[in-house]
């Protein structure tokens, strides 16, 4: 299934979304304008948004995700992955490590995924 591009400000308002669900859009828009300041009609605006794309769903004004965090977060990488470093893994954790030294604990955690992934686990 292909994963629809979230946007910054939409990634934000599905950040609390994920956190509450689920939730009556009345709770998300008091949410919405305490964390984020955003006006009612901008929280309405993004939930039908969201909803059309396939992102959430809004039932009888109680809101749930259709799509997970870690779903987003791993297509915003694959994508990451794809233009900056031309599908190469090895290139997109050589760059990261340049930037920003792993603690030995990041390092196990990686070795571990690694590892996981060679035994034909999910990782």
Do not use: H
């Not at 769903?57 to 992955?81: F, G, Y």
């Not at 190469?88 to 954790?93: D, G, K, Q, R, T």
Request: hydrophobic share 35%.
């Amino acid at each position: 299934m292909e994963i629809p591009k979230i946007f910054e400000s939409e990634y934000r308002f599905c950040l609390i979304l994920w956190e509450k669900e689920p939730i009556r859009s009345s709770e998300l828009v008091a949410l919405c304008r305490e964390r984020l300041g955003w006006k009612p009609t901008t929280t309405y605006t993004v939930i039908k948004r969201l909803s059309e794309r396939g992102i959430l769903k809004n039932e009888n004004s109680i809101v749930s995700s259709l799509i997970t965090k870690e779903e987003v977060q791993a297509a915003e990488i694959d994508e990451m992955v794809e233009k900056r470093f031309e599908g190469s893994i090895p290139a997109f954790l050589a760059a990261f490590t340049k930037r920003r030294r792993l603690s030995e604990k990041e390092i196990d955690e990686v070795q571990e995924m690694i590892d996981r992934y060679r035994g034909g686990e999910e990782p």
